[in-house]
């Protein structure tokens, strides 16, 4: 599916770009999707936390990660841990699909944006129209 390609709803056309890795970014991007927006989820190498979390079927991902995470396409990308920040390159790809975005929902927690240098400024710089929502659990 081609980013902003038709899906029908009120939220037609717009593209979000969820970094979202817990209840309330998933559920707030899940609900963009489910009104239509094409939705990105940008996932660490290892798959969401969700994936794991509670029951699933054998050899599926978790009931609640299927739930929460139906109708979004998902891409993967380092933003990094703790220690050990993204790779620059990273960094700048990310930038560039927010460039390109309509809207973000994050809930990467208090100075999450701001530690991988994404700072609402810093965004609103590459894309003015840009709506940035920050969400926590």
């Known amino acids: 599916m081609a980013l902003g390609?038709?899906?029908g709803g009120p939220l037609e056309g717009l593209?979000?770009?969820?970094?979202a890795g817990t209840l309330a970014g998933e559920l707030a991007g899940g609900l963009c999707a489910d009104l239509g927006a094409t939705v990105v989820k940008v996932e660490p190498p290892a798959g969401s936390p969700t994936r794991r979390l509670g029951p699933?079927?054998?050899?599926?991902?978790s009931l609640y990660f299927q739930s929460e995470n139906r109708g979004?396409?998902?891409?993967?990308?380092?933003l990094g841990a703790g220690a050990a920040?993204?790779?620059?390159?990273?960094?700048?790809w990310i930038r560039r699909l927010l460039a390109?975005?309509?809207?973000v929902v994050e809930d990467l927690g208090p100075g999450g944006l701001e530690a991988l240098g994404l700072a609402p400024a810093a965004l609103e710089a590459d894309n003015a129209q840009l709506c940035v929502l920050r969400i926590s659990p």
């Not at 699933?56 to 991902?61: F, N, R, S, Y």
Request: charged fraction near 25%; include cysteine; proline fraction near 9%.
């Open 85 to 92: 920040p993204a790779h620059p390159a990273v960094l700048r």
């Open 15 to 19: 593209v979000v770009v969820e970094l």
């Open 100 to 103: 390109q975005a309509d809207a």
């Open 72 to 78: 979004k396409l998902s891409v993967c990308a380092d």
């Open 56 to 61: 699933a079927l054998p050899g599926e991902d």
């Open 5 to 7: 390609a038709s899906r």
